[in-house]
């Protein structure tokens, strides 16, 4: 993929932001990756300079405009602009108490839309500015099959994922003439490190029993499309909600 040489903010560096920030850095793209978990960022920053890329991480959490603000700065200082984001981060502990319209606690739904969506809009604000400042950039957001496959349960993780798709074709629409692509990457069940911690060995058979693949997703999976659409190869692809879910979901 033809990448080399651009700046990349990573906002969220742990499963598949993890993997994504891996793949830009391995093909000469340098990684600033922000995580609630700073120690987190900075030991995915620290593995990918032993393996001679560029990247640094830092403490950020994405429902805080400073943070973010600040993310997004340190990457131009220290690497002299910004040319790609992919925001990754999602609130995924508040989703456990996300039960039904009609019970769901009203702070669970503040919480999730505060990071999972508002958080999204912060970083597309920092960001668009300095890739306009470039001549150009590429946006993914990660959404979910939950945006739109409908669920009995977790409507605030559901409603947030989907305003995310309206941000995204909002962006591409105001800012596609100007050069910036944006792009909605939406994942099926994916074994991140977190998920093969708490996940039940039931809920993962019953995930891969609702794809049409022989397994469940790696965070790899949903790096390659995210490397794709950020990378000039996607850029004729624009606007875009693009499932990677071992064909759990056709539309
Ligand atoms: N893993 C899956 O099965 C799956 C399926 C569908 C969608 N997704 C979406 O993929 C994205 C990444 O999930 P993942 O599975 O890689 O999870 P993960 O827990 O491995 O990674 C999420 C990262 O976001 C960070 N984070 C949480 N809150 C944050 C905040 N306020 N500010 C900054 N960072 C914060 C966490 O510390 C963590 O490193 C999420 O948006 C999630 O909704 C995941």
Not at 124 to 146: E, F, K, N, Q, W
Request: neutral net charge.
């Amino acid at each position: 993929m033809t990448f080399s040489g651009k700046v990349a903010v990573i906002a969220g560096g742990g499963g598949i932001g993890g993997a994504t920030a891996r793949r830009l850095a391995a093909g000469g793209v340098a990684v600033a990756i922000g995580d609630l978990d700073g120690g987190s960022a900075e030991a995915v920053a620290g593995a990918i300079v032993a393996q001679g890329g560029q990247a640094f991480g830092q403490a950020c959490d994405i429902g805080n405009e400073a943070d973010v603000n600040g993310l997004v700065e340190a990457a131009v200082v220290r690497y002299g602009g910004l040319d790609m984001l992919h925001v990754n981060a999602a609130d995924l502990q508040v989703i456990f108490r996300d039960s039904n319209a009609v019970d769901v606690d009203l702070a669970v739904f503040d919480r999730t839309l505060a990071i999972n969506l508002r958080g999204h809009l912060l970083c597309t604000r920092a960001a668009i500015p300095r890739m306009l400042a470039r001549g150009g950039g590429a946006i993914v957001y990660t959404s979910s099959s939950a945006a739109f496959i409908g669920e009995a349960e977790r409507p605030c993780y559901a409603m947030a994922k989907a305003g995310i798709h309206a941000l995204m074709r909002h962006v591409a629409s105001r800012w596609g003439k100007a050069g910036i692509r944006a792009n909605v990457v939406a994942p099926g069940f994916v074994l991140t490190e977190n998920n093969l911690k708490t996940m039940p060995e039931e809920f993962k058979a019953l995930a891969l029993g609702k794809t049409r693949s022989t397994r469940t997703g790696k965070p790899e999976d949903i790096a390659a499309m995210v490397c794709l659409l950020l990378a000039d190869d996607g850029e004729w692809i624009n606007g875009q909600v693009i499932s990677v879910d071992g064909g759990a979901t056709m539309r």
